[in-house]
């Protein structure tokens, strides 16, 4: 009777949790897939290193690394090393601006003319009268790129130890004729987030890497991540920029004594910092997925423009790139460098990977397609690992 009655009970009771034991080694397994995957994209040398993170639906972290830090020293990549993240660094000033304007310091209707309006170039900029805090933050403000300016390319690689102050880079933007009328279209344009550096400066009476630092980068512990403000970076590893670098850079940007061969500091906050994949993806589960910013304010970011430049389909909203996917993030280029990352509200994960190349086709795929693929891996291996009759 009682071997009877402990069958029943057994038949019954919801069985256990997996011991600590084999989470362990389902962790191990699926950090050793992911390993495979990213060794398999660099097994034929061509993009030299990848560093990748991912933060699960169940907020547990994997920061990985596969391939090269420096093609001739045959240094192995290693999780922690720093690479140029480009433009996903627009982020972090989206989010401090949004901050702000969360905070009633500033608006998302308030023009740029009311912070910068005095400064003797402000007057120079197209559509200058036109520029509002929202239309700079979606890119549609019809600003070209000072950046990409021959002049500017020009003056970079010329003066590789000159620090670039904002209102020099936007002189290279100044007197030209705007794109189109302010709020009539989309122009991605660093230019756009160098007038916005400036007024969350003049804001806070603080520098703006400053506000990045208290914000976000102590608060998450975000070790890896630091502002791109010299030409030698602690922990930054070789990048290559392939044959045609649209900058004109040689393929190696940084030079034997450790040096990058441009003043990188110019990107600010267009980009302006460097990171790893683990960092930037749990950034980016605190960003969009986290209390970085309130559910209204965050609701207002994701609200997105057509951004037909971006790709088929592709949408822009308050700092923040929207695939048709339904995957939200950003992208980044710098030179030497290709950075990618994503969040999927559904099923709650983010996926962020780095290149030390800038070099598209020597990658063979798209980021965002290998940020797809290392969250398909993980999905699959948690349902796979499900105990039997549980949800997958």
Same mark, same amino acid.
């Given at each position: 009777? *009682? ?6 009970? =057994? ?16 962790? %191990? ?12 994209? #660099? ?11 991912? #933060?699960?639906?169940?907020?547990s972290e ?11 020293? @045959? ?15 627009k982020t972090? #000033?989206?989010?401090?601006? *949004? ?6 310091? /500033?608006?998302?209707? %308030? !023009? ?18 036109? /520029?509002?805090?929202?239309?700079? $933050?979606?890119?549609?403000?019809? $600003? ?11 003056? *970079? ?7 670039? @102050? ?10 030209k004729k ?27 009476? @603080? ?8 914000? !976000?980068?102590?608060?998450?512990? =975000? ?49 302006? !910092? ?28 994701? %609200? ?58 020597? #990658? ?29």
């Amino acid at each position: 009777m *009682l071997t009877l009655l402990a069958g029943v009970l =057994l038949a019954v009771l919801p069985q256990s949790a997996p011991s600590a034991q084999s989470a362990q080694s389902n962790r %191990a397994e699926l950090r050793a897939a992911l390993q495979a995957h990213l060794d398999e994209l #660099v097994a034929d040398g061509r993009p030299p290193g990848i560093s990748a993170g991912l #933060v699960l639906s169940d907020g547990s972290e994997l920061a990985l690394a596969a391939g090269l830090a420096d093609r001739a020293a @045959k240094t192995p990549l290693a999780p922690t090393d720093r690479l140029c993240a480009g433009s996903t660094g627009k982020t972090f #000033v989206a989010a401090t601006v *949004l901050q702000l304007v969360q905070a009633r310091e /500033l608006a998302l209707d %308030a !023009f740029a003319s009311d912070f910068l309006g005095e400064e003797p170039w402000f007057a120079r900029l197209p559509n200058a009268d036109e /520029l509002t805090v929202e239309r700079l $933050l979606r890119h549609r403000t019809g $600003l070209e790129r000072y950046e990409f300016q021959p002049e500017f390319a020009r003056d *970079l690689v010329a003066q590789p130890e000159r620090v670039w @102050k904002p209102a020099e880079l936007l002189s290279y933007a100044c007197d030209k004729k705007p794109l189109f009328p302010a709020g009539e279209g989309f122009a991605y344009s660093d230019t756009n987030y160098i007038v916005l550096g400036l007024i969350v400066e003049r804001v806070t009476g @603080k520098p703006l890497y400053d506000e990045v630092r208290r914000r !976000f980068l102590a608060p998450l512990a =975000l070790a890896t991540v630091a502002p791109q403000d010299g030409r030698t970076i602690a922990g930054l590893v070789h990048g290559y920029a392939g044959a045609s670098d649209p900058l004109g850079l040689p393929d190696e940007v940084i030079g034997a004594d450790g040096r990058f061969v441009i003043n990188p500091q110019f990107e600010w906050a267009g980009g302006g !910092f460097v990171t790893t994949g683990g960092d930037l993806a749990r950034w980016a589960r605190a960003l969009y997925g986290g209390d970085v910013l309130g559910a209204e304010t965050r609701a207002l970011m994701l %609200a997105g423009t057509d951004a037909p430049e971006l790709g088929r389909g592709m949408r822009y909203g308050l700092g923040v790139e929207l695939w048709p996917s339904g995957a939200v993030g950003h992208s980044g280029f710098f030179p030497g460098y290709l950075t990618e990352m994503r969040w999927w509200a559904e099923p709650g994960m983010a996926v962020a990977v780095q290149v030390n190349t800038s070099d598209a086709r020597a #990658v063979g795929k798209s980021l965002g397609r290998l940020c797809e693929e290392l969250r398909d891996v993980a999905l699959q291996h948690a349902a796979a690992a499900a105990p039997a009759g549980a949800p997958r």
